[in-house]
């Protein structure tokens, strides 16, 4: 029986491999898979939403449960996760990560029961917090400092890909074969994921020293991020008493508040406050997390408007598909189109500006063709903004932290991505107790566009350098890339 540290062992990449002048990308490339499989995941759940309504007689405060337990347990285990890879190493836990998402999703596809299939979301998220936590991480280590910023936007683009195929490949799936194979289709993606990573992917050399755990931190933010949800999800429609309601509100408050003092006070923090004060990034986190409700809240909005009116899953697909490719083309494009001596700052602030007048103008009724214009240029608002402020975040923090970093921005996108569902929700029950059918959607877009304009505040803040002699991830350091 093989021993722990065999299995932690991390695989050397084939020499052919490592001196080919394309090896960082091959690495790029790889961690892109996973980036397409946790976001077609996304979207095709939302896409998902009336189908699982249907089959688990349950209303869509209790189904989006099937979306938001999953991003719960990826806020609490992405900085975990993260941590033990920058110790453990980050190909290793790539590609452990894959196996169990993987495996996950193929129990997901056989659920009979909606409690079923939230418990096994859950262990779903597991593997994507080995996934996300170590995707930026894996990029801005193996790639050299002129080429990160690009190759964030080849990774943001990848998740945009899958977002982009979310909603049409699930409409497709449903329409053909029954929601089970949203959950199936997984499978095959993280075999050629498992495979791709362990040739392509470079070992880990630079290592975070050894340092103790902080579980008391996890279970607060778990606690925190799931009472304020069931909260929000109350209000939502869920059916639960007043007092159940007051009670997940002051259980949020109050575990917000002891997460804060741990933290503090902590030896190992999950959450390093002083480092994030140090490094000035607290606002640019701030931003990731405002884009990530932008960029989401659509996903569940636009299905339900759609099969209200007579639509189907398929017709929500195709309107949706033009989000994620604007996003998907600007995260790509925006680097060599926008001026040069553009700063992240400023592409930060003309990104979330873009998006927000964007989603203020979907809330006037229109003609779908208008609408597919609309969310395309969301989507570029946010592909401008993404990248640029993933940058000024890694480049912030010291290499031998870059997963750490990396989940600390998965993290907040977490979070951002479960407001995004709770949010929505919140808007379309409050329209359906206003007896208001186009209430709804507009209270849900003033609030994407209000979060917006809050990612363009938050990411014209700059984040500061590295202190000198730490090496920023966003500095040309390390040589991950060439083992």
Same mark, same amino acid.
């Given at each position: 029986?093989?021993?722990?540290?065999?299995?932690?062992?991390?695989?050397?990449?084939? @020499?052919?491999?490592?001196?080919?002048?394309? $090896?960082?990308?091959?690495?790029?490339?790889?961690?892109?898979?996973?980036?397409?499989?946790?976001?077609?995941?996304?979207?095709?759940?939302?896409?998902?939403?009336?189908?699982? &309504?249907?089959?688990?007689?349950?209303?869509?405060?209790?189904? &989006?449960?099937?979306?938001?337990?999953?991003?719960?347990?990826?806020?609490?285990?992405?900085?975990?996760?993260?941590?033990?890879?920058?110790?453990?190493?980050?190909?290793?836990?790539?590609?452990?990560?894959?196996?169990?998402? %993987?495996?996950?999703? %193929?129990?997901?596809?056989?659920?009979?029961?909606?409690?079923?299939?939230?418990?096994?979301?859950?262990?779903?998220?597991?593997?994507?917090? +080995?996934?996300?936590?170590n995707s930026v991480a894996l990029v801005v280590t193996s790639v050299p400092g002129p080429s990160r910023r690009a190759a964030l936007g080849v990774q943001a683009a990848a998740q945009a890909v899958g977002l982009a195929s979310g909603p049409v490949t699930g409409g497709l799936l449903i329409a053909a074969a029954g929601w089970r194979w949203i959950f199936?289709?997984?499978?095959?993606?993280?075999?050629?994921?498992?495979?791709?990573?362990?040739?392509?992917?470079?070992?880990?050399? &630079?290592?975070?020293?050894?340092?103790?755990?902080?579980?008391?931190? +996890?279970?607060?933010?778990?606690?925190?991020?799931?009472?304020?949800?069931?909260?929000?999800?109350?209000?939502?429609?869920?059916?639960?008493?007043?007092?159940?309601?007051?009670?997940?509100?002051?259980?949020?408050?109050?575990?917000?508040?002891?997460?804060?003092?741990?933290?503090?006070?902590?030896?190992?923090?999950?959450?390093?406050?002083?480092?994030?004060?140090?490094?000035?990034?607290?606002?640019?986190?701030?931003?990731?997390?405002?884009?990530?409700?932008?960029?989401?809240?659509?996903?569940?909005?636009?299905?339900?408007?759609?099969?209200?009116?007579?639509?189907?899953?398929?017709?929500?697909?195709?309107?949706?598909?033009?989000?994620?490719?604007?996003?998907?083309?600007?995260?790509?494009?925006?680097?060599?189109?926008?001026?040069?001596?553009?700063?992240?700052?400023?592409?930060?602030?003309?990104?979330?500006?873009?998006?927000?007048?964007?989603?203020?103008?979907? @809330?006037?009724?229109?003609?779908?063709?208008?609408?597919?214009?609309?969310?395309?240029?969301?989507?570029?608002?946010?592909?401008?903004?993404?990248?640029?402020?993933?940058?000024?975040?890694? $480049?912030?923090?010291?290499?031998?932290?870059? %997963?750490?970093?990396?989940?600390?921005?998965? +993290?907040?996108?977490?979070?951002?991505? @479960?407001?995004?569902?709770?949010?929505?929700?919140?808007?379309?029950?409050?329209?359906?107790?206003?007896?208001?059918?186009?209430?709804?959607?507009?209270?849900?877009?003033?609030?994407?566009?209000? %979060?917006?304009? @809050?990612?363009?505040?938050?990411?014209?803040?700059?984040?500061?350098?590295?202190?000198?002699?730490?090496?920023?991830?966003?500095?040309?350091?390390?040589?991950?890339?060439?083992?």
């Amino acid at each position: 029986m093989p021993s722990v540290a065999a299995l932690l062992r991390e695989p050397a990449r084939p @020499a052919a491999v490592r001196r080919q002048r394309m $090896a960082p990308w091959f690495a790029v490339g790889t961690v892109c898979f996973g980036a397409f499989m946790g976001q077609l995941d996304a979207s095709v759940v939302t896409v998902a939403f009336p189908a699982l &309504q249907r089959q688990f007689h349950a209303g869509l405060a209790g189904v &989006q449960w099937v979306s938001l337990g999953y991003l719960l347990a990826l806020v609490a285990l992405l900085v975990p996760a993260g941590r033990w890879s920058d110790r453990a190493g980050r190909k290793v836990s790539y590609l452990y990560g894959f196996v169990v998402f %993987a495996g996950a999703s %193929a129990a997901c596809g056989l659920a009979s029961s909606l409690a079923m299939l939230i418990g096994l979301r859950l262990v779903q998220a597991a593997g994507a917090a +080995m996934l996300q936590s170590n995707s930026v991480a894996l990029v801005v280590t193996s790639v050299p400092g002129p080429s990160r910023r690009a190759a964030l936007g080849v990774q943001a683009a990848a998740q945009a890909v899958g977002l982009a195929s979310g909603p049409v490949t699930g409409g497709l799936l449903i329409a053909a074969a029954g929601w089970r194979w949203i959950f199936l289709m997984n499978v095959p993606v993280g075999l050629v994921g498992v495979v791709a990573g362990w040739y392509l992917l470079p070992r880990t050399r &630079q290592r975070a020293a050894r340092g103790g755990t902080d579980p008391g931190g +996890m279970v607060l933010l778990a606690t925190t991020a799931a009472a304020a949800m069931l909260a929000i999800s109350s209000l939502s429609g869920l059916g639960v008493p007043a007092w159940a309601l007051a009670g997940c509100a002051a259980i949020a408050v109050a575990a917000g508040a002891g997460l804060w003092r741990w933290e503090r006070r902590s030896a190992a923090p999950l959450l390093d406050l002083r480092a994030l004060a140090t490094a000035g990034i607290a606002p640019a986190l701030g931003g990731a997390l405002c884009a990530y409700l932008v960029l989401f809240g659509p996903l569940v909005l636009f299905p339900q408007v759609i099969i209200d009116h007579g639509g189907s899953a398929l017709d929500a697909g195709l309107l949706l598909t033009s989000l994620p490719a604007g996003f998907g083309a600007a995260a790509v494009a925006s680097d060599r189109l926008l001026p040069k001596r553009w700063p992240n700052r400023r592409r930060c602030s003309a990104g979330g500006l873009l998006a927000a007048g964007c989603a203020a103008a979907l @809330a006037v009724p229109a003609p779908h063709a208008v609408s597919v214009v609309l969310l395309g240029l969301l989507g570029v608002g946010l592909g401008v903004y993404t990248p640029a402020n993933n940058a000024e975040i890694m $480049a912030a923090l010291p290499a031998r932290e870059a %997963a750490t970093g990396g989940g600390m921005v998965n +993290m907040t996108r977490g979070i951002g991505t @479960a407001l995004g569902v709770a949010v929505v929700t919140l808007g379309l029950h409050t329209g359906t107790l206003l007896a208001d059918r186009s209430a709804g959607p507009a209270l849900a877009l003033a609030a994407l566009a209000a %979060a917006a304009l @809050a990612a363009a505040w938050a990411g014209s803040h700059a984040v500061r350098a590295p202190a000198p002699g730490a090496t920023g991830s966003g500095q040309p350091a390390g040589t991950d890339g060439q083992r």
